[in-house]
């Protein structure tokens, strides 16, 4: 088989970069390993930025999430019980709009495009700086695809990463000592918007993903095992770090998801060697405080995307040459915005008493100062694309 681009992975960078060039007459062939039902049955983001929603009508597929969506115009951050609203329509004008990863996949998928081969096992890739081809395995036998380019979309464990030679790539990266224990409940919202609450037992996180069902976190060690938690054990603890009415406020059920996510800040440098692009979380990871990662798959692939329609319509490589500086520039903000979110509201062990009062202190400035705020409006409610 031969196609223009061939796309390692169908998680949201996959799926919007085949949707893009589809639209655009750019031929490709989405490679991913896990069947659709197991790409959809991942619970992860759920607040899409304005470029993220432009880019779902650029693509359209932007109905349901206009119907369904949820605007949010500010949120609120809570300290030790003292809560306080961020307001993003005064601050910025702008707002998010809260709908799950999972539906966005799902329209994404619906709308189709290019050609998608799920359970595609043991994807190589081969000759990266000359005429590049990529093999895999499906029901027994080995299939080969030729092709112009390869986009890595296929997330922090895939191969298209580690395909690039060790010394060609420079890293960097942050392990912090706590994970996300998330939990999800057919049950309202606690309030209208998120709060983010930092406690001195830890971050707790209330997000929603529609009126009648709930996600929440806390944060734990890095090492905790889900089965030490049961529902009761969570709950407990998550009303522990709200405040007492929204604690009191907070309804509960049986889970239908529960599951610990690491946090981590990791940047791989540059996006590109030879023939292949790497995109998403397969080039950088955020810890998810800040509600970054997946709208930054989406501005790499908005911009990749980009790259590959100049060079078949103009037969310039100018936005392929430049693809990873103008990613790599909005990358980094997003790394500083979510590694600065991430040390504001959780509990490190090594802080001592002096961290402790510079949280405080930032807390308060942020309480205070127009200037604070607006600062974390405007890169919550997410950079120009
Ligand atoms: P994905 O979604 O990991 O998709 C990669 C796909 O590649 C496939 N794959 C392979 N396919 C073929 N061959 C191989 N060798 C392969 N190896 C892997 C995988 O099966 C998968 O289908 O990466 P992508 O597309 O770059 O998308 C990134 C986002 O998924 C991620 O950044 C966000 O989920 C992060 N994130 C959040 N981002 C936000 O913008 N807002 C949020 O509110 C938010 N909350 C979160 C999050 C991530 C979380 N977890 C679990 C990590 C909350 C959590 C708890
Ligand atoms: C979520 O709803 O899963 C969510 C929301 C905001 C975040 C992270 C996760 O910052």
């Not at 993903?209 to 889900?226: C, G, I, M, N, W």
Request: charged letters at 25%; aromatic letters at 10%.
């Amino acid at each position: 088989m031969r196609t223009q681009v061939v796309i390692v992975g169908a998680g949201p960078a996959g799926l919007m970069l085949a949707r893009l060039l589809w639209l655009e007459g750019v031929e490709s062939v989405v490679l991913e390993r896990k069947s659709a039902a197991y790409v959809l049955g991942r619970i992860r983001a759920g607040v899409l930025e304005q470029g993220t929603m432009d880019l779902m009508d650029r693509v359209q597929v932007g109905l349901r999430m206009h119907a369904e969506g949820l605007v949010h115009r500010g949120v609120e951050l809570s300290f030790g019980g003292d809560q306080h609203r961020i307001d993003f329509a005064s601050l910025v004008n702008r707002q998010v709009l809260v709908y799950g990863q999972t539906e966005l996949t799902r329209d994404l998928m619906a709308a189709g495009g290019a050609m998608y081969i799920y359970e595609a096992d043991d994807v190589e890739l081969h000759d990266l700086d000359g005429r590049s081809w990529v093999t895999y395995k499906k029901d027994g036998a080995t299939h080969r695809i030729d092709c112009d380019f390869i986009a890595g979309c296929d997330g922090y464990h895939g191969i298209s990463r580690s395909s690039v030679p060790q010394e060609a790539l420079t890293t960097y990266e942050r392990i912090y000592p706590f994970g996300w224990l998330g939990v999800l409940v057919d049950k309202p919202p606690v309030a209208d918007e998120l709060i983010y609450a930092q406690h001195e037992r830890g971050f707790a996180l209330c997000s929603q993903r529609s009126p009648t069902r709930s996600r929440y976190y806390v944060q734990v060690p890095a090492d905790e095992a889900v089965a030490e938690w049961s529902d009761d054990r969570f709950w407990d603890e998550l009303r522990r770090r709200l405040n007492p009415s929204t604690a009191e406020a907070l309804q509960t059920g049986p889970s239908i998801e529960k599951s610990i996510a690491p946090l981590r800040s990791f940047v791989a440098e540059p996006l590109r060697f030879g023939s292949l692009f790497l995109a998403g979380d397969a080039a950088h990871i955020v810890p998810p405080t800040g509600a970054k990662g997946l709208n930054l798959a989406m501005s790499d692939v908005s911009y990749l995307a980009d790259a590959f329609i100049e060079h078949y319509r103009e037969r310039s490589g100018a936005g392929l040459n430049s693809y990873s500086h103008r990613a790599l520039e909005r990358i980094w903000k997003a790394e500083r915005f979510s590694w600065w979110m991430t040390s504001l509201l959780h509990v490190f062990p090594e802080t001592g008493a002096f961290g402790k009062r510079m949280q405080r202190a930032e807390f308060d400035y942020l309480k205070t100062s127009r200037a604070a705020q607006q600062s974390l409006a405007e890169n919550y409610t997410g950079l120009p694309f």
